[in-house]
């Protein structure tokens, strides 16, 4: 379970409203949002992987976030606090699997992509790895953890042999 302070989901928001205003003020075409996009499923698939080392990595991010904005809203306005807690969605050990995949595509492809690609691409997985911790980031993205089981299954049929190649 990951748990996001108020003031943490604030500065989440933040960043995707940074990263989205930079999209809206360009030419607003869609592959410009892949780098960001990208982070953002990464990010979300992270919160699911409860008990393991990527699972970790989310929740400090969170704790880190949660930290970060009570210490911004705080100063700003005095208040802080507030506690966020829900779960992405579950894994099966297939769409487990598939999330390594995804894992070693996104390394590939993150040294790939240039320094600007690079920031977003961070953004986008700070975004899903704390606004996942809400319930409704969480059920606007229950798409994620539904997908990477769906394609599980999908080879373990085809290793069996269930699924006719």
Same mark, same amino acid.
């Given at each position: 379970m990951i748990v996001l302070s108020l003031c943490g989901a604030v500065l989440s928001v933040a960043v995707l409203i940074v990263n989205f205003r930079s999209w809206w003020k360009g030419n607003r075409e869609l592959k410009a949002l892949i780098p960001f996009g990208g982070g953002l499923v990464t990010g979300? &698939?992270? #919160?699911?992987?409860? @008990? %393991?080392? *990527? @699972?970790?990595?989310?929740?400090?991010?969170? $704790?880190?976030? &949660? #930290?970060a904005g009570d210490w911004a809203v705080s100063r700003i306005t005095g208040k802080s606090?507030? #506690? *966020?807690? &829900? $779960? =992405?969605g579950t894994l #099966?050990? $297939?769409? $487990?699997? +598939? +999330? /390594? +995949? =995804? *894992?070693? *595509? %996104? /390394? +590939? /492809?993150?040294k790939a992509f240039g320094k600007n690609d690079k920031k977003k691409a961070l953004g986008g997985l700070l975004v899903g790895m704390t606004l996942c911790a809400t319930a409704g980031a969480a059920q606007l993205m229950q798409w994620v953890p539904d997908l990477y089981n769906m394609v599980g299954q999908g080879i373990v049929d085809a290793l069996n042999g269930a699924v006719p190649l």
């Open positions: 979300t &698939s992270w #919160t699911m992987c409860v @008990g %393991g080392i *990527l @699972g970790w990595f989310a929740q400090r991010t969170a $704790a880190m976030g &949660s #930290t606090g507030g #506690t *966020l807690v &829900s $779960a =992405a #099966t050990t $297939a769409g $487990a699997g +598939v +999330v /390594v +995949v =995804a *894992l070693i *595509l %996104g /390394v +590939v /492809v993150f």
